[in-house]
């Protein structure tokens, strides 16, 4: 059984560009959560996908939007990006229903220059 | 508004020794209380959750204390070892809105000493 993997492990991208994240699921696994941490923070909720359909949102700005597909993978996509979003992007799967363990990825490192 | 506030902030031990982190939170719809691990490098691991039906929950040498009416709870690691370095994390859920939508306090860098 593979956990949770995602792509890539480190990014360099400049101010006002544009990244796509992904995320693999643990197999079995139908709901698919993104979360930011900061450099010494715990990480905050970005949003949470379950069958194709966001399904929960934090406090982040539109331009951070994401994808499910059929098979549970996701996206995660930042537009004009800004300094402050340099952070380890992970994102978490589990099999839904209440109280369901989050099995985290290693998570994406984003450096903004 | 910070839901979930952690302390301290960073702590040291002995090996053998019993660190103890504590948390609070603000909202009484949470009713999921998760404790992650995180390796430097690696994405948080879930070590031991609670809800607040129980007052005390162990798994080996992790213990959770949780108090309902001080709408507090903390983490107790037995016999401490050098491998329990990493960062440790609580976090709380409301059940309403999914286990998986957690708010995380900020973080204990706990280091035990050989």
């Known amino acids: 059984e593979t956990g949770v993997t995602q792509s890539p492990t480190h990014l360099i991208k400049t101010r006002g560009q544009q990244v796509t994240l992904r995320c693999s699921s643990q197999s079995g696994h139908n709901t698919v959560s993104w979360y930011q941490q900061a450099l010494g923070q715990g990480p905050q909720f970005i949003f949470q996908?379950?069958?194709?359909?966001?399904?929960g949102r934090g406090n982040f700005p539109p331009r951070f939007s994401g994808l499910q597909f059929p098979n549970y993978s996701s996206e995660l996509n930042v537009n004009a990006l800004e300094l402050d979003d340099s952070a380890l992007y992970l994102c978490a799967s589990s099999p839904g229903g209440p109280n369901s363990p989050l099995h985290f990825g290693n998570g994406t490192r984003l450096t903004v220059t | 508004q910070q839901q979930v506030k952690q302390s301290p902030q960073s702590l040291i031990v002995q090996k053998g020794g019993i660190p103890i982190i504590n948390c609070a939170y603000e909202?009484?719809?949470?009713?999921?209380f998760p404790w992650y691990q995180q390796f430097p490098g690696k994405g948080p691991a879930l070590l031991i959750a609670?809800?607040?039906?129980?007052s005390e929950k162990k798994e080996g040498r992790f213990t959770i204390s949780f108090n309902k009416s001080a709408k507090q709870f903390s983490l107790h690691i037995m016999d401490s070892q050098p491998g329990d370095s990493a960062t440790y994390f609580c976090a709380a859920s409301p059940t309403q809105g999914g286990s998986e939508k957690l708010v995380f306090g900020k973080g204990t860098k706990l280091t035990v000493n050989p």
């Open positions: 909202n009484t719809a949470f009713d999921y």
């Open positions: 609670i809800r607040p039906d129980v």
């Open positions: 996908y379950y069958r194709e359909e966001e399904n």
